[in-house]
């Protein structure tokens, strides 16, 4: 005999993440400010950067050839740090999150189906970056599983930085610290101008910013061909256990 009784129970886990992944990816592709500053701006200052002689790039090859590894760096930048802080700060002034957080979706599921909304849009801004570069006549070097280790713990240590601002900022001030920092790293963190081009004095402390060694160890790979940047490496998992830390220890959800 078919028992008809309701079984009122929460799904899987594992449904309950793909489902809130797929959601967070559609919200922040239907968001025209998010893709304003995840793709459009990347895309414009690679083509500008590369076809006008407006800063004079280090190293062999073409500007393209210096220009292509610190906007996928920014890529990664403006969606795993300031894109993702500013789309979580307003969820949690509006209560969204203080609503998640009472259904059966664990708050840990929560916090990584935002991560893995991080990774599938930073997928695609790879691919649009690489194959734009590659049109303007790019020749990447080096090995893809160095570049896959700086892009992995590049967003881990963006992440957890947009966390922090967001779970602990009102949602307005974190609006205008992410777009601050974003232009400020953008000028000083060896994105589009080169860090020999700054003073020795601060050198060493623009190179210990996430996005220099971020931006400078994917320029050693592609650019030159080199191994794997373990000291880059190892300045991106220092931030990334710091940020990641702290995000987890003072992110207010309400």
């Given at each position: ?29 239907r968001?025209?400010e ?7 701006i ?5 083509v ?5 002689d ?73 691919a ?24 992995v ?88 256990v ?13």
């Amino acid at each position: 005999m078919t028992d008809y009784s309701p079984r009122p129970a929460a799904a899987p886990v594992g449904r309950m993440l793909l489902a809130q992944t797929a959601l967070e990816t559609r919200m922040l592709l239907r968001n025209g400010e998010q893709l304003l500053l995840t793709v459009i701006i990347p895309t414009v200052l690679l083509v500008l950067f590369s076809a006008v002689d407006i800063v004079a790039a280090d190293g062999p090859g073409k500007r393209v050839d210096f220009l292509a590894p610190g906007l996928l760096a920014l890529a990664v930048m403006s969606t795993a740090f300031t894109g993702q802080a500013i789309a979580t700060g307003f969820e949690r002034r509006y209560g969204v999150l203080k609503r998640l957080g009472a259904t059966p979706l664990p708050r840990w599921a929560l916090l990584t189906a935002k991560t893995g909304c991080v990774l599938v849009t930073e997928v695609l801004q790879v691919a649009l970056l690489t194959v734009i570069a590659l049109a303007l006549g790019w020749s990447p070097q080096g090995g893809p599983l160095a570049v896959a280790g700086l892009l992995v713990l590049g967003t881990a240590a963006f992440s957890g930085l947009g966390l922090l601002m967001a779970g602990t900022l009102k949602a307005e001030a974190t609006l205008a610290g992410a777009n601050l920092v974003f232009v400020l790293l953008l000028l000083i963190g060896g994105v589009v101008v080169p860090l020999s081009r700054f003073p020795e004095a601060v050198r060493p402390v623009l190179e210990l910013l996430p996005i220099s060694a971020l931006s400078d160890g994917l320029r050693s790979v592609l650019q030159y061909g080199a191994g794997v940047p373990w000291s880059d490496l190892g300045v991106l998992a220092v931030w990334s256990v710091l940020g990641l830390a702290a995000a987890a220890r003072f992110f207010r959800w309400e």
